[in-house]
DNA sequence: TTATCTCGGATATTTTCTATCCGAGTTCAT
DNA sequence: ATGAACTCGGATAGAAAATATCCGAGATAA
């Protein structure tokens, strides 16, 4: 059970995203994450799709939010890339076999089914109340307030 | 994100397991599963290397628990197949790039992995709070009390 | 002692994930 | 208005992992 490499990179381009107001192309994400490019395009197409990020296209184009950081939960993140359906899959083994159960008499989800859901949404709730703006306020202290002042820097001066 | 399929049927013959005192060859418990044989038979390795099932060899060999089900969480069992590695992974994006931290500065975790590491031990402890005989108790209440009953009846009478 | 039954690790096949490239569309400068 | 440059988007190869299988090593019972 491992997650896809591109939900750290698609976490780090919200929070970086969410210190512009520009639209900021793939490929200068890419550069300044250090992750290969066109892969790195490749998620953020996904969260376009999401309607987590909004895409511009032309000269001055680029990726932003489309929402305030603070109503971009994580956990809509990570589904954005890595799916969204649930990592255990039942596939009714007890109504397999010599002493399998008829499908009519398996309305409720197999018991097995039922915990692994329970582990999984207390996974998801832990991910859906944190916001990209509680992740960018955390690395920001993590750095004694430089990190953000320095994103938000790099973003407008510096030229490729 | 997705767990391996031999997680389902490790759980499963581990409940079953729990209603036999005598030892139970691979091939039964795929018999009664309705699973592939040889592949399940790996899965069951897999449990016995993580020492949560003893193999017994010989004409009247199989597999059996190690301990009392009550005292194997779903946890262990989930770990022994799917591997006990967090699902995420950080790559340490903060240390990359242009505006790369250097690593003596990054004593503690970044905080997005500091997040997934949270998350991650909520499921962690739900499924740790479930013991392999709760697992048995639940599906046995979902069929009325006739499940168990039947799998003793059927581990101990059918030949193949 | 022999034959039969068991597990265990090493071996193919399929699927998924990773990574990349080139075309379609839009904006800005001329 | 025109052209050029820059953007995203989906379709295309390559690599890694999971899935499924087989046959040999070992032990027990007859």
Redesign the interface.
């Known amino acids: ?5 591109g ?3 698609a ?2 381009s919200c ?1 970086t995203l969410s210190q512009s107001r520009e639209p900021v192309p793939a490929a200068r994400l890419a ?5 290969p490019p066109a892969y790195t395009a490749k998620q953020l197409q996904a969260l376009s799709r999401a309607g987590i990020v909004h895409s511009t296209m032309g000269q001055v184009g680029g990726y932003s939010l489309t929402r305030p950081a603070s109503e971009i939960s ?1 956990l809509e993140v990570v589904q954005a890339i ?2 969204d ?1 649930p ?5 009714e ?2 109504q ?6 008829p499908a009519e ?1 398996c309305s ?1 989800p ?3 089914a ?3 859901t ?3 949404d ?2 998801s ?3 859906a109340q ?1 916001s990209i703006a509680d ?1 960018a306020a ?2 920001d ?3 004694d307030g430089t ?1 953000m002042p ?2 938000r820097r ?1 973003l407008t001066t ?1 030229r490729s």
Chains 1, 2 share one sequence.
């Open positions: 059970m491992k997650m896809s490499s939900v750290e990179w976490l780090h929070v550069e300044l994450h250090g992750t994580a890595d799916g359906e990592a255990y899959r039942c596939t083994i007890r397999r076999g010599p002493l399998g159960i008499r409720r197999c018991a097995i039922r915990a692994m329970a582990a999984q207390a996974w709730r832990a991910l944190l992740l955390d690395i202290a993590d750095s990190a320095d994103i790099w510096t």
